[in-house]
């Protein structure tokens, strides 16, 4: 079956340095879907990235998806104590909304 | 908050009882998803039902059994649960199934199997 593995599975930053998550998909995608999960939470979306090597961003987070729509990429840029949590993909292969969840990238940042 | 209410917040259950977990929306949706998120695996979709009909079954056992009585409710029947199935089960809501709608979370039912 379709796996999503993401790396890494954690990172622990100072705040003010840069933060990369890599997601990578067994199979082709339709699109893929971010979302981040604070501790004791619950998914929250971020994002979605629908073409081949689009790339959007949301002020601090830059968010990329792959030529062959099989890879993804989250960037956020200088760090803040609100980042902290876990970062997943999410991916469809097709039209009818069926995600698959990535591994997970946490992250934690100290001051 | 999401929209998305879920109760209990908190079960715990011994391997004989049977209990119903509760998801609603508020947001107007007419798809509804269960998931599963164990510690140290990922989330993993359970059902989806679009327009109060079951469209996916991710090889559930049929110790869970899914209801969904019109497209702002679904449960979630459990009954002879195994410890295994600790874990934190989260309801999704979206505007319908379409692969491009996005999915709004509830804050779960942290659910632990004696």
């Known amino acids: 079956g379709q796996q999503v593995m993401q790396i890494p599975q954690y990172q622990h930053v100072q705040e003010g340095e840069d933060f990369t998550t890599y997601c990578n998909s067994s199979t082709t995608l339709s699109n893929i879907q971010w979302y981040k999960q604070r501790p004791g939470g619950h998914p929250v979306f971020l994002i979605q990235?629908?073409?081949?090597?689009e790339v959007k961003k949301q002020k601090r987070l830059t968010f990329q998806f792959g030529e062959a729509k099989k890879n993804s990429s989250l960037h956020i840029t200088a760090t803040q104590t609100t980042d902290v949590g876990t970062y997943f993909c999410?991916?469809?292969?097709?039209?009818?909304?069926?995600?698959?969840f990535g591994t997970g990238t946490r992250l934690q940042v100290t001051l | 908050e999401t929209g998305v209410t879920q109760t209990p917040r908190h079960l715990v259950m011994g391997m004989t009882n049977k209990k119903s977990l509760k998801c609603e929306q508020h947001l107007g949706h007419n798809a509804m998803y269960w998931y599963k998120q164990s510690a140290k695996k990922p989330l993993e979709l359970m059902f989806v039902?679009?327009?109060?009909?079951?469209?996916e079954n991710n090889s559930v056992p049929s110790r869970f059994s899914p209801e969904c009585p019109n497209s702002s409710h679904l449960f979630l029947h459990l009954h002879t649960l195994q410890p295994e199935d600790s874990a934190l089960y989260l309801c999704?809501?979206?505007?319908?199934?379409?692969?491009?709608?996005?999915?709004?979370f509830g804050p779960g039912t942290r659910l632990t199997v004696l």
């Open positions: 999410a991916g469809n292969t097709g039209t009818a909304s069926k995600l698959t």
């Open positions: 039902y679009n327009f109060k009909e079951q469209t």
């Open positions: 999704a809501s979206s505007l319908t199934s379409a692969s491009t709608d996005t999915q709004y």
């Open positions: 990235l629908v073409k081949s090597g």
